[in-house]
């Protein structure tokens, strides 16, 4: 394997890319779930299904969080983590924005 | 399977780094939160059996109610029924309010006597299954941020680094999972005991450290996340708006407790109430607060799950407890904390998770080991951070362990003085914490480990013999257990004292089989040996 493909270290890079581009990420991805999953705020809810799921999305967050970051290090280059986990998160927005005023 | 070997040893890296900065904090989360898991029977083993008060029959909650409320009109803005027959059946109180770690607050307890009386005692509240709760959610962390303590902010960060350290273990484990899973090698290299001891902790409790990486950060970051979610959900409310109560509220109106208590069980059939909490009940905002208990369900606090209800009308504002037409996300999030808090499946659960947390302590100070045997030189001479570690790992470990032990040797003891009891924990902890990690630094982690396991037997074994003492010389104001849950607590203190004394004898005849250089190395002589244990460099 020559060092090109090869994963760098860059740790620092990488785990500010994991913490702060991932924690973006998580809550770009949670807000899909939660206005287009089941029992999204584009449906109408009960009060006991509000109060629940509203907790529930909040659940959701940590595991995503934590998962992205653990992952983040299997990027090549700290340049990539960033880029990456960024342009999933504008994805994520930008999806987000558009079924919001489409549907 | 394979593994790229980059892949590999990035992991392995990570591994390294996550569990040296976390394993002590973790270490310490972990025993504490080991015993938590019996905090009532701690609470009651804690305090003189005469502090709580005798149980009476379900029928005449109602009565003792009424003559509280008449006698104390003060308890009408908070007062507790507990249905647990080991706890006094009503309670109030009169100073503090129960949240966190409060070192003055008292309570009266009441019940009835057999002629239909109201008898009441004020007794100040014994914190000491807070404090242990308090160790478990901060490692022992001092200082507040924004009226949160800021240790929970710690272990939050802590959790982070904790879940890449279990998935960069299982990681760099998988080329060779099913191989070393197998193994406890005893033969060969003493490191080789130890990493095999470490996977096959690791990889056996694997679901229950991941469980407890997620909860403890939301534990420490929800009101960050609740932030987030805030912005997601824009112009929408997060939580159905609180309904206004207006109507102005008497005490003659007040159903009857059986009735309450008949409409949450038909509510969440298969729970039984453990207690109901009545706030407000002379203003508009009326409350009642219920704990039910199921052992079948997973249920949404640490010891029951919760039904909020209008004392006044019976209309249910919020429920965790399962029912009918609970929503497939109250079940969820009621998973999620009890999975935490381990209650579901009853004393069987209790005990799984009790083990799991001393287990789980273990794999944390395995992996310590495993990191110093890995950056031991040949020799005596050892880089500075090896040192350091080494006197921290016992330091710590062995700190808290003598604190928590100090502090139920002592308990009995301390109730005889006049000093507030709940400070006195507090100044036993810390400075037998603080002494250990100093003895670490000053006499080395083998002599300290050696004669500090002695002592920490000698304190296990103080709290089974501080009750033999009081069977024997009735005089003193000590006492014995009186129930089995407080037998239990002396039992376990016992096995837990032999378990350190045989610790102890094993540390000693390492240190002087050990080659020099290692943390656990002593050489024979008393009179040189000060030399190889102080930090030369």
Known sequence: MNSETRIQPHWLSKSLAGILAGGLLSFAFVGLVVWFGPDGLKGTLTSSELLWKTQFNMWLIAPVWLLILSMTFLFKTGKQAWGCLLLATAVCFALQAGLRSVL | ?537
């Open chain 2, 1 to 537: 399977m394979k593994v790229r070997a980059d892949v590999l040893r990035t992991y392995q890296t990570l591994h390294t780094w996550t569990g040296i900065t976390t394993s002590l904090l973790l270490f310490i989360g972990f025993f504490a939160g080991a015993l938590v898991m019996f905090a009532p029977e701690i609470d009651r083993w804690a305090t003189s059996p005469e502090k709580h008060m005798p149980a009476i029959a379900t029928e005449r909650y109602d009565e003792l109610l009424q003559k509280v409320l008449m006698e104390y009109p003060k308890a009408a803005d908070s007062v507790t029924l507990h249905f647990d027959k080991s706890l006094s059946p009503v309670s109030w109180y009169e100073q503090g309010n129960g949240r966190g770690l409060a070192l003055d607050e008292v309570k009266w307890h009441g019940t009835l006597n057999g002629d239909g009386e109201l008898v009441t005692q004020l007794v100040p509240v014994n914190t000491l299954s807070a404090m242990l709760d308090m160790l478990h959610r901060t490692a022992g962390i001092i200082g507040e941020i924004d009226h949160h303590q800021a240790g929970v902010f710690v272990l939050g960060v802590a959790a982070f680094a904790y879940f890449i350290a279990l998935v960069s273990g299982v990681i760099f484990l998988l080329p060779t999972l099913a191989k070393r899973f197998q193994a406890l090698r005893q033969d060969g290299e003493r490191k080789r005991f130890w990493l095999d001891g470490h996977n096959l902790l690791g990889i056996a409790s694997l679901p229950f450290h991941i469980v407890i990486a997620i909860t403890v950060t939301v534990f420490a970051y929800h009101d960050v996340f609740y932030g987030g979610l805030s912005q997601l959900y824009g112009d929408k409310p997060m939580f159905p708006a609180p309904q206004q109560q207006k109507i102005e509220r008497q005490l003659t109106d007040l159903p009857k407790v059986s009735e309450l208590v008949a409409h949450v069980e038909a509510h969440a059939p298969g729970y039984t109430v453990s207690y109901i909490r009545y706030a407000n009940l002379t203003k508009p905002a009326a409350s009642a607060s219920v704990g039910v208990v199921n052992e079948e369900q997973l249920m949404r606090g640490a010891l029951n799950d919760y039904v909020f209800i209008n004392p006044y009308t019976f209309k249910i504002a919020s429920s965790s407890a399962a029912h009918p037409d609970q929503n497939i996300w109250a079940k969820l999030v009621s998973a999620f904390f009890s999975l935490h808090f381990g209650s579901y499946g009853g004393e069987l659960g209790r005990w799984a998770y009790f083990l799991m947390g001393l287990a789980g302590a273990g794999l944390f100070y395995s992996g310590n080991i495993l990191w110093l045997e890995k950056r031991r030189r040949k020799g005596t001479q050892q880089q500075r951070s090896y040192q350091i570690m080494g006197a921290l790992t016992v330091g710590v470990s062995l700190g808290a362990l003598m604190g928590i032990a100090a502090v139920f040797a002592s308990n009995k003891w301390l109730t005889l003085t006049s000093v507030n009891i709940n400070h006195a924990y507090l100044f036993v902890y810390y400075a037998s914490f603080f002494s250990v990690l100093g003895a670490a630094f000053v006499y080395g982690p083998a002599r300290t480990a050696i004669h500090g396991l002695k002592l920490l037997a000698l304190l296990c074994v103080i709290v089974p013999a501080t009750s033999l003492l009081a069977a024997v010389i009735p005089a003193t104001e000590l006492w014995t257990p009186k129930s089995f849950e407080a037998l239990m607590v002396e039992v376990i203190s016992l096995l837990f004292g032999v378990f350190f004394w045989l610790l102890s004898k094993h540390v000693a005849r390492r240190a002087l089989q050990n080659e020099p250089g290692s943390i656990w190395y002593l050489k024979e002589s008393k009179a040189t040996s000060g030399i190889s244990i102080r930090h030369t460099v």
